[in-house]
């Protein structure tokens, strides 16, 4: 978050990749001050900097209209670091040879230090590193030399030491970088001699401040969903301007894990929250959503719906009477995977990113405290505010529930039999070199999450991998189903993950997770219309997840209660890494 008390010691240029704030996040987790500005920024605008990070995009630079750099910029005698797409543009400006990607390249890869540079200063050589593009270096420019290599890119990182420029084709920032921070700290601190300037304590007061600032003398009306975000959120515009200013609400919408009303109707009333009702509004919900299949018309027709939902609840109180805006706990991914910066490829529509939140935005009728932070963030100022960590560790829930996480089908299809598996017109989303994938799902009958990796990469048409845990039917029995979101298989997924959410706090699993989520997925047969996909990951900020082992005793128990519930033909656990699956399948 931006505080205008610091004058930034490094710039994030922004050329619309997925982790460009979370490269800003990293860099003040080093301890030191840095903002994210547009990529064309003029150099002028640096003359303070120490340093200079390019992010990585979804384009090619041999697209017109691609994100660029001031054409003085690496010229100006500025460290400058080059990441994935900005290693590429710094390559291609500075007449090296970047070529154009057929498949591209996404999971871990091993990286091979060539040589001494003061960026791989201390970091051990085969080293695991993320890796997520599809155009790459082939030639470093003149007086650059290839620092490191992969199996499968030649140049993966690239560097000129008099000039303090460096590149590299993985992304240093994500944790599946194993060293990824010791790099960053090297071109923060040796490269670019940065002194620490920026403590984690100082955020509450300034959020606090801006709080404050924004609401004026308004009043706050606080959505919230009972999870770590919109809590937090309402927990510091409670301590910004006191209980009698902000109330709060919670909509029941009929897509809400068992027992999650009565859950959240207790935190609540555990922070003192005096103005706070539940609003039920099943019907509505799933009357809106009757029939519709495809992802984006869900989640903008959730987000609407909450956005009536809330029209009418502020129409029923003084809430419209000029002294109230609305509060949210969205958080910055919530906006960078809807397209929230000026090059961002849109991945998936949030719910409070919608046309009607939208509008409530320009309208200047809202309030975000934690738009700049990420989940690990998010969490750290719950702990700094005293909230008890049973509740700050509980998994991430999506806003609009289990309605993305129930998939349906628009027709009656067949599973088509491949070499080394099954492809399912099952469509989920994915993010594939930054940008959205919506494709097919590869069904095999293992559970190898190296090959399944391997498997994307080789094959164009998907974009995850699930392996079979077990079936009520053989495979040539199976195939897609026409189907919505209904009240039956809402009460089915319900359910499923109750059975899985028990199972896995008897065996201490969820505590080994980031979050799980579990999903129904219209692949059926014979009376059995649905079959459930474990998804169960790990990750720190939501923007990259690694697909988790589970121990072999706990996956059978799943697998026989879950077979058990009426209408569940197969059980299949999810083997893909984000990217190129994302974490929700929708």
């Excluded at 390559?91 to 091979?112: M, P, S």
Aim: proline fraction near 6%.
């Amino acid at each position: 978050m931006n505080d205008p008390a610091l004058e930034p010691q490094i710039y994030i240029l922004d050329t619309g990749g997925q982790y460009t704030h979370l490269i800003a996040r990293k860099v003040r987790e080093l301890g030191v001050y840095a903002e994210v500005v547009a990529s064309e920024t003029e150099t002028s605008r640096f003359s303070k900097a120490k340093g200079l990070i390019i992010s990585g995009g979804p384009s090619s630079v041999y697209e017109d209209g691609s994100p660029t750099i001031d054409g003085a910029l690496l010229r100006a005698g500025i460290p400058v670091l080059g990441i994935c797409y900005g290693q590429q543009l710094m390559a291609y400006r500075l007449d090296g040879a970047v070529t154009k990607g057929v498949k591209g390249e996404y999971g871990l890869a091993h990286l091979d230090i060539a040589g001494a540079s003061p960026l791989f200063r201390g970091v051990a050589n085969h080293q695991q590193v993320w890796m997520s593009h599809r155009d790459t270096v082939t030639a470093p420019p003149t007086g650059y030399s290839v620092l490191a290599s992969t199996d499968t890119c030649a140049v993966a990182a690239i560097g000129n030491e008099a000039t303090r420029q460096y590149g590299v084709q993985f992304h240093p920032e994500v944790v599946h970088t194993t060293e990824g921070l010791k790099i960053l700290r090297n071109f923060v601190f040796a490269i670019c001699g940065c002194t620490e300037d920026w403590q984690p304590a100082s955020r509450i007061p300034v959020v606090e401040q801006q709080i404050r600032d924004v609401a004026g003398d308004r009043n706050i009306f606080f959505f919230v969903s009972g999870g770590v975000d919109s809590t937090v959120a309402y927990t510091l515009c409670l301590r910004a301007l006191g209980e009698a200013r902000v109330h709060g609400a919670y909509v029941d919408t009929g897509l809400m894990r068992e027992g999650e009303t009565e859950f959240v109707r207790g935190i609540f009333d555990s922070l003192g929250a005096r103005h706070f009702r539940i609003e039920l509004a099943q019907e509505e919900f799933l009357g809106a959503l009757d029939g519709v299949t495809e992802p984006e018309r869900k989640r903008k027709i959730i987000g609407e719906k909450f956005v009536e939902i809330q029209e009418t609840v502020l129409e029923s109180g003084p809430y419209l009477d000029g002294q109230w805006i609305l509060g949210q706990g969205t958080i910055y991914p919530d906006t960078i995977e809807s397209g929230g910066t000026a090059k961002a490829d849109l991945i998936k529509t949030h719910h409070n990113r919608v046309a009607g939140i939208q509008k409530l935005i320009d309208a200047k009728r809202i309030v975000e405290p934690l738009a700049s932070f990420y989940k690990d963030e998010v969490r750290e100022i719950g702990r700094e505010l005293g909230l008890p960590a049973a509740f700050l560790d509980r998994h991430p829930f999506p806003g609009p529930g289990l309605g993305i996480r129930c998939l349906g089908a628009e027709r009656d299809e067949p599973i088509e039999v491949i070499d080394g598996g099954w492809i399912a017109p099952v469509h989920s989303v994915g993010v594939q070199g930054d940008s959205r994938s919506y494709r097919p799902v590869l069904i095999v009958d293992h559970l190898d999450h190296a090959h399944a990796t391997e498997a994307i990469n080789a094959n164009q048409r998907v974009n995850r991998v699930i392996g079979i845990v077990g079936r009520n039917l053989p495979m040539d029995r199976l195939s897609v189903i026409a189907s919505g979101i209904s009240p039956d298989r809402m009460d089915r997924l319900r359910h499923a993950d109750a059975v899985v959410r028990r199972l896995s706090l008897e065996a201490d699993f969820e505590s080994q997770v980031w979050q799980f989520p579990v999903v129904l997925i219209p692949v059926g047969g014979d009376g059995l219309p649905d079959s459930v996909v474990l998804r169960p990951i790990h990750s720190v900020d939501g923007m990259t997840a690694q697909s988790v082992v589970m121990p072999k005793p706990l996956l059978h128990r799943m697998r026989d209660a879950l077979l058990a519930i009426p209408g569940v033909a197969a059980v299949f656990y999810d083997l893909t890494h984000k990217p190129p699956g994302t974490i929700e399948w929708e």
